[in-house]
């Protein structure tokens, strides 16, 4: 490093790196250096003796195998009369909108879990409730039209 007395006269003296400064760069820039050599997975060798250590190797715990990722999304319409599968593989759809009863979608919760269960059969419950008002609702309908038709006739 150049002696901080021998900058010329034009250049700010607060400008030029004072020796204390350089030090203190140069400690942390090989502190970075020993901090990079240990997350590169090397043992970090602050003396810089590089020499091997005695011994045997610490193995690597084996891979459990590749995970494989399926997505699988089962879809209602809102009356839960309409009930619709995607399944992903990998980021691309294989499967896309195809029915599915809701029996089997009922069925297939509880093999998976009973929350999942419990949930998807409170919507089914739902749904149930739902239709079974509508069916009631539309034999009103009938009955009425029905006794319309009665009294047209007689």
């Known amino acids: 490093m150049a002696d901080p007395r021998d900058v010329p006269a034009d250049i700010p003296a607060d400008s030029v790196p004072q020796p204390d400064a350089v030090a203190a760069v140069e400690t942390e820039s090989a502190a970075v250096d020993a901090g990079q050599t240990a997350l590169d997975g090397l043992p970090a060798d602050p003396a810089g003796e590089g020499k091997p250590k005695r011994?045997?190797?610490?193995?690597?715990?084996?891979?459990?195998?590749?995970?494989?990722?399926?997505?699988?999304?089962?879809?209602?319409?809102?009356?839960?009369?309409?009930?619709?599968?995607?399944?992903?593989?990998a980021g691309k759809v294989v499967i896309s909108d195809l029915p599915i009863p809701a029996t089997a979608v009922s069925a297939a919760a509880k093999d998976l879990h009973p929350d999942i269960a419990e949930t998807i059969d409170g919507v089914?419950?739902?749904?149930?409730?739902?239709?079974?008002?509508?069916?009631?609702?539309?034999?009103?309908?009938?009955?009425?039209?029905?006794?319309?038709?009665?009294?047209?006739?007689?």
């Open 55 to 89: 011994g045997r190797q610490r193995r690597q715990p084996a891979s459990k195998g590749r995970a494989v990722e399926l997505m699988l999304t089962v879809t209602g319409s809102s009356d839960g009369t309409d009930w619709r599968a995607e399944v992903a593989h």
């Open 124 to 154: 089914i419950a739902a749904a149930r409730a739902q239709q079974q008002s509508r069916v009631e609702a539309l034999q009103a309908q009938l009955e009425t039209a029905r006794q319309a038709l009665a009294d047209l006739e007689a």
